[in-house]
């Protein structure tokens, strides 16, 4: 653990950055490396999964070719991540936190859905829940989320569950932000 907060850097910008290692291999599904681009996903199924490709790949800290999104909401997340010019950097699923069950004599991993750094010093970490996992979280749930705000807690951050009334409040900024920012999305592009 301490191993961990070590690689936590400041990059040059000042902005506390999260570290950047291999994605934790136990935690992929197999069927997911082998998928297709997320334009060919069959979105006739009841989820929505793929890879975003970001329009400020500079913004992302981890690997910006390997960003999974697991749901739609995730995807909209992600968007107002990257388009949203406060958002000095962010990451999905790049810290691992240790946490514990009863019962279980081993330590688990989780990995938060999303770190969020604000430019004026701000880190947020973010989960991405229907409103009923929110309401009535599971045992498993219960236990990550208390060692994310732990782990929050002790650096200062701030923990927040998101579900679809946040991701509905977010999708109309992630639409303005591409129309706004479409003429700096163009000269990147050229």
């Not at 199924?45 to 390997?66: I, L, M, T, V």
Request: aromatic residues 16%; charged residues 30%; hydrophobic residues 35%.
């Amino acid at each position: 653990m301490i191993f961990r907060l070590l690689r936590l850097l400041l990059s040059d910008s000042n902005v506390f950055a999260a570290a950047v290692k291999p994605k934790h291999p136990a935690r992929r599904s197999p069927s997911l490396s082998q998928q297709p681009p997320p334009s060919a996903i069959d979105e006739s199924k009841n989820y929505y999964q793929g890879y975003y490709a970001p329009k400020f790949p500079e913004k992302y800290r981890g690997d910006p070719d390997d960003i999974v999104f697991r749901s739609s909401w995730e995807k909209i997340a992600f968007q107002w991540c990257d388009l949203n010019p406060r958002v000095v950097a962010w990451a999905s699923e790049e810290l691992d936190i240790e946490y514990f069950m009863k019962g279980v004599p081993y330590p688990r991993s989780y990995f938060p859905d999303l770190l969020i750094y604000f430019g004026r010093g701000e880190t947020m970490m973010i989960e991405i829940k229907p409103a009923e996992q929110k309401q009535n979280p599971d045992y498993e749930n219960r236990c990550k989320w208390a060692a994310a705000r732990a782990y929050c807690r002790d650096r200062g951050w701030s923990f927040r569950i998101w579900d679809e009334k946040t991701i509905d409040i977010l999708r109309p900024k992630v639409k303005y932000w591409y129309k706004a920012r479409s003429s700096e999305l163009k000269i990147r592009k050229g």
